[in-house]
């Protein structure tokens, strides 16, 4: 048996190097998505007639009435609110932090009774799992309660972590085409060992020195390094990410990110910074037209003060401002949505609430005294200090687009109320009378929302009612014959890296998506000034309908521009042919235009009409209102349409999406990074490009590395193959060079080659199996093996050659001929050619020398090659068993044969492969 312990051992220690890095990744991430799941709480329940228990939230089971503390908590299942209100984060669900009020059960304003219970239409009344609980109101000395409705994985949160730890299984074809390759050379391993029996039976070996031979070809043909040499160019592409700050949990999602052609974004913290911010607004005023003396309302200046004298006289934008939201105090902080956060604090008005009169926040419960928003002194657009009682507050409302309060001065009559109504531009103008418009009103909205900017319009309405009939009005009756009071200007400011980043995919091909929880409109601004929506195309709005089409499916309307109010399409039943007219040929087609749409709208698709759904999201780029199973639906569609997707986000709400997309990126260290393969430390989207030009760089290099080893073993089998011609065999020492000093000390540094500096427009072969890549390691095969042989033959035709004699006795060990010394000479500078030629990867990682590593080792053994080839000392002659080619001039001969096989092989893979790619590419 040959003595190969050292080349063995080292090959094992990388083995066992790399699968311990494998299991240690596996490991702590399921810790630390454990730690996420397996939370564990004291909670307070009713139980055996009305009496309070504390017990495990563990325990908790379906029916249990559940106490919610007063100054909040972590919800350990999903429940309805049954008495009392309660103030949530729900940021786990959708993304956004902000404070949202969820009411009892029996409060609902509905007025429906004997109503089956959903999800879905009671999701006001729903406390879910996972979401904090920020404070509770109710009487005093009285308990918030809650039925339990689901517990642990049947929770909404216990969804969203089945989906993180089940995905849909990701199918990329490099994997598959791997282990078809080593299937490849499996078969030419099962020849060779054919022949080795035939050739030793006919040669009169021994039954075991047949089989030891014959396994020799199994392990030279497959090698057993390659494991651990396609496993160094991705951990060398992890330190790299690294180093940026950008961290990646499964090592092996690198090679998939050079394939991604499609991202997706998360909106709200991911692109833009958190929240929107004021920039300016523009009041209404009355003008008076010089021909009949008749009032006009036409819009001021732009002012970015609200505390200026150039406001109207009356000053009702800006009471409008200071009372029409949905704020609150929570441990005497104020709190809610940070648009209406941002509006009052630029008022500088003061909200005195129930709360600081009574002294207790969580005892505002049902209380006739109302909060109270007081101007603050001398403030110069009012005559006087103003108190202003909220009596009513309609919250907002996504299907109606806006919120409203009925609010009474204190210095009025008790019959004098005031309506203030903010929202969507058209909606608000809809409500509004025609002649309290100024003239062209939806140009002048049209023109903000051009350049990317949010409206909001706010009018009024002063009523005459008594109290009691102020509480008792419905809503639509109030909002109605508003005066529009003028338009507020706020922006969801991009961060800065956000345009470069998308110009930058954009240009090398890479198609861009917004996925967002928030606002269509919103999101289709921020889209066209992100550049998501090229400036150069037309983009459209499809929303569902309110009627029904003649087969019972929903009306689909399309609208054009950045307006919700523009030109209207009806699609009915020819929505399908429309679809495919436009986007015929599948994902591959440049469209002429973008698609926006709204989860909703998604879902009807989905369900009345799933043949046009794989041509739609072929075109559309911006997805607003979606909440986190339409995340990951949308990823698993866009994979199942054929794109390779890598997803982008920050929030919890983006974990399954992260989770299912071919390459997750997450910006938190919260929630989000256990569920995606990568945690960038810097919180924007300056990772993206440079995970996927790694990626890029990782999957050359695996192909190199692959066609690296390959070729090697190729080599080597056609070597060993004319040696056991001869029934002999390359020497241990000889094999221990070949393996351990030029191929796998070599291969070690192939991955060390950094990326390009900017991405590529064309993407790299993803096909291990391509006929490029095919063609590159069989034409190699052929021009070697046409070396070797020449050499082999050259070399038996020579005065001077001694035939190599069989030495006497049952275990012969002497090894040495002539022609075997001239064939492995020339293979040294075949496997260094290789490892030249397969090192390329322009325009994907820059030039191997760059490669410090790598050209240090090539130029090192180089060195060595020459003086084995040329003028081998006696030590070297003896360590590697050489029977030496007695000639100087022969010696040079064989060398200049090595060398003229290395030219044609660079020309053979310069020429022939690199132009069969571009017409590839071109096709």
């Given amino acids: 048996m040959d003595n190969y312990a050292y080349f063995a051992s080292i090959i094992v220690a990388m083995s066992v190097m790399s699968i311990s890095l494998d299991v240690y990744q596996i490991r702590k991430q399921e810790k630390k998505l454990r730690s996420m799941v397996h939370t564990e709480d004291q909670v307070s329940v009713l139980r055996n007639g009305g009496q309070v228990q504390e017990i495990s939230s563990s325990n908790l089971v379906h029916g249990d009435i ?184 499964s090592p092996s999602t690198i090679n998939t990110c050079g394939a991604i052609n499609t991202v997706c974004f998360d909106k709200t913290g991911t692109l833009t910074e958190d929240g929107l911010d004021f920039n300016c607004f523009r009041a209404i005023y009355l003008s008076k037209n010089n021909n009949n003396n008749v009032s006009l309302p036409e819009f001021g200046n732009e002012l970015h003060d609200f505390c200026t004298d150039e406001l109207p006289d009356n000053g009702e934008l800006l009471k409008a401002v200071a009372t029409c939201h949905s704020l609150t105090r929570i441990d005497k902080v104020l709190t809610g949505d940070p648009l209406d956060l941002v509006l009052f604090r630029k008022t500088g008005w003061i909200m005195d609430e129930v709360s600081e009169r009574i002294g207790d926040e969580t005892a505002q419960f049902d209380i006739l005294q109302p909060t109270v928003i007081r101007s603050p002194p001398l403030h110069s657009s009012v005559e006087s200090e103003v108190e202003l009682a909220v009596i009513r507050q309609f919250t907002f ?38 002649e309290s418009l100024p003239y062209g009103f939806q140009s002048f909205v049209d023109n903000y929302a051009q350049h990317g900017y949010r409206l909001i319009a706010v009018a009024s309405r002063h009523l005459n009612l008594n109290y009691v009939k102020a509480h008792k009005a419905k809503r639509e009756h109030l909002e109605c014959d508003l005066v529009m009071l003028g338009l507020i200007v706020m922006e969801n400011r991009l ?55 003649r087969d019972g499916r929903t009306h689909l309307v399309l609208k054009q521009s950045v307006s919700s109010s523009d030109e209207v399409l009806e699609l009915e039943e020819d929505t399908s042919s429309y679809c495919y007219e436009q986007k015929q040929g599948g994902k591959n087609i440049e ?29 559309c780029d911006v997805y ?93 089998f056609v070597t060993i193959m004319q040696l056991y011609w001869l029934n002999t065999n390359l020497t241990d020492l000889q094999f221990l060079y070949i393996d351990l000093a030029l191929v796998t000390f070599v291969s ?15 993407p790299p072969p993803t096909r291990l199996l391509s006929l490029a890549s095919v063609f590159s390691v069989i034409g190699q095969l ?13 070399t038996s035709m020579q005065p001077w050659f001694i035939p190599y004699a069989t030495p006497a006795g049952p275990e012969p060990d002497d090894r040495r001929s002539m022609q075997g010394t001239a064939v492995f000479c020339v293979s040294m500078f075949q496997y260094i050619t290789l490892a030249i030629i397969y090192s390329k990867g ?26 084995i080839a040329i003028e081998p000392p006696q030590i070297v002659i003896e360590w590697l068993q050489f029977d030496p080619i007695p000639y100087i001039e022969d010696r040079l001969f064989i060398l200049t044969l090595a060398l003229l096989s290395a030219v044609l092989c660079y020309l053979y893979e310069k020429f022939v492969i690199d132009m069969l790619i571009l017409n590839i590419h071109a096709k």
């Fill in 782 to 794: 052929f021009i070697i093996s046409f070396f070797q042989i020449f050499t082999f033959v050259y």
């Fill in 495 to 549: 961060k800065p890296q956000t345009i470069g980043v998308i110009n930058q995919l954009n240009r090398a091909n890479i198609r861009t998506i917004m996925i967002t929880g928030d606002n269509i409109l919103t999101a289709m601004s921020v889209a066209r000034e992100c550049a998501i929506i090229r400036p150069n195309k037309r983009s459209f709005l499809l929303e569902a309908g309110d009627t029904k089409a």
């Fill in 591 to 619: 469209s002429s235009y973008h698609l926006a749409i709204s989860g909703p709208t998604l879902s009807i698709i989905c369900e009345e009409y799933p043949e046009i759904l794989e041509q739609l999201i072929c075109v």
């Fill in 66 to 249: 559940l106490l919610i503390p007063p100054r909040g908590c972590i919800l350990q299942c999903d429940a309805v609110l049954m008495t009392g209100t309660v103030i949530v984060n729900e940021a786990m669900l959708t993304g956004e932090s902000m404070p949202i009020t969820k009411v009892a059960m029996h409060e609902t304003d509905d007025g429906e009774t004997n109503q089956l219970f959903s999800f879905k239409e009671h999701s006001k009344h729903v406390l879910y799992c996972g979401t904090q609980v920020l404070q509770t109101r109710y009487y005093p000395g009285k308990h918030v309660q809650a039925v339990v409705l689901r517990t642990a994985y049947s929770t909404l949160k216990g969804q969203l972590v089945r989906s993180i730890m089940y995905p849909k299984p990701v199918d990329f074809r490099f994997t598959k085409d791997l282990f078809k390759f080593v299937g490849f050379l499996s078969c030419i391993a099962a020849l060779g060992f054919l022949y080795t029996i035939l050739v030793m039976i006919s040669r009169g070996s021994s039954a075991w020195k047949i089989i030891i031979r014959s396994l020799d070809i199994i392990t030279i043909v497959v090698p057993p390094a390659l494991p651990a040499a396609m496993s160094i160019g991705i951990f060398a592409a992890q330190m790299r990410l690294r180093a940026k700050q950008i961290f990646c949990i």
């Fill in 624 to 716: 607003a209102r979606m909440s986190p199973d339409q995340k990951q639906m949308l990823v698993n569609h866009l994979q199942d349409v054929g794109y390779t997707v890598a997803m982008c986000g920050d929030g919890a709400n983006d974990c399954a999406a992260l989770k299912a997309a071919h390459a997750g990126i997450s910006l938190s260290e919260a929630e989000a990074s256990i569920a995606a393969p990568f945690t960038s430390k810097t919180p924007d989207i300056r990772c993206v490009p440079t995970v996927i030009r790694e990626g890029r760089a990782a999957l050359v290099t695996s192909f190199g590395v692959f066609k690296y080893m390959a070729g090697y073993s190729l080599t080597q």
């Fill in 748 to 762: 070690l540094f192939f991955g060390y080659t950094p990326a390009c500096d900017r991405l590529a427009r064309t």
């Fill in 397 to 434: 409302s996504s299907h109606l687009q806006r919120m409203s309060v009925l609010v009474h001065n204190l210095s009025e009559e008790s019959h004098i109320h005031h309506l203030y109504c903010k929202g969507a531009p058209e909606k608000i103008a809809s409500l509004c009378l025609p």
């Fill in 842 to 867: 322009f325009p994907y990682r820059k030039t191997i020398f760059s490669n410090k590593p790598l050209c240090l080792s090539l130029f090192i053994v180089g060195i060595c090659s020459l003086i």
